[in-house]
């Protein structure tokens, strides 16, 4: 098993849409949590760190569920822009960080 | 201010050749990430420097591959001789002790191909 796992997608949703992406993970000791964008052919960016009350960022929040081990992705009001692919990532110890292989959305006019 | 630099940024080369790709850190980041992207496999973490010391090198695939990092400012990896299946996206990435943590600035990656 994976130690981070998410749907591949892709998520089709039109814009103005709210759309929901979740990440497992397997290793219960993980202490912090992120979700990176990575534009077609592009570099991932960090888009926010995901704490253990939950965070917000314009339209995006980002939540951790410990009991189940996963973290969610939110967007609201979906813009043609955020079509991406959305990397969750987690520490692996030290400053090493595990991704999942992404979960890619497309935002349709 | 000047981000993660990689060299090149495609390499096209035949199986059996040594491929060398090269990356130059933000200035004061003290660590040092090299990962390799592929569609199968996403984004995998090949070998990590902190203070130029490489501190876990564990996905590096096999001895076809290895990483240096003589100094602060600049790192290569190498593949000799390079294989078919070492076609990927290769990413370098830093990251400071001063900025968010799990925030890593990464480079534009390296293209290559191996015939």
């Known amino acids: 098993r994976k130690e981070v796992e998410q749907d591949p997608g892709p998520f089709n949703v039109p814009e103005g849409a709210t759309v929901a992406f979740n990440c497992t993970y397997s290793?219960?000791?993980?202490?912090?949590f992120f979700w990176y964008r990575q534009d077609c052919r592009k570099e991932p960016k960090l888009l926010m760190s995901?704490?253990?009350s939950g965070n917000e960022d314009g339209r995006f929040t980002a939540q951790l569920n410990r009991a189940s081990q996963y973290i969610s992705l939110l967007i609201r009001d979906s813009k043609l822009s955020d079509s991406a692919t959305y990397l969750c990532?987690?520490?692996?110890?030290?400053?090493?960080?595990?991704f999942g292989a992404g979960t890619r959305l497309a935002v349709h006019p | 201010d000047a981000g993660v630099i990689q060299s090149p940024r495609h390499e096209v080369t035949e199986m059996g050749q040594e491929v060398t790709l090269r990356c130059k850190p933000i200035?004061?980041?003290?660590?040092l990430f090299w990962y390799r992207q592929t569609m199968m496999r996403g984004l995998e973490l090949l070998i990590y420097?902190?203070?130029?010391?490489?501190?876990?090198d564990s996905g590096m695939p096999e001895d076809r591959f290895s990483a240096k990092m003589p100094n602060a400012s600049f790192s290569t990896l190498k593949i000799q001789p390079s294989e078919p299946r070492d076609s990927a996206v290769y990413f370098c990435?830093?990251?400071?002790?001063?900025?968010?943590?799990?925030?890593?600035?990464f480079g534009p990656g390296t293209r290559l191909t191996v015939l």
């Open positions: 990435a830093s990251s400071g002790s001063g900025g968010p943590q799990g925030e890593q600035f």
């Open positions: 420097f902190n203070n130029n010391v490489p501190i876990d």
């Open positions: 995901v704490y253990s």
């Open positions: 200035s004061g980041h003290n660590s």
């Open positions: 290793n219960s000791a993980s202490q912090s």
């Open positions: 990532a987690t520490t692996g110890g030290y400053n090493k960080l595990i």
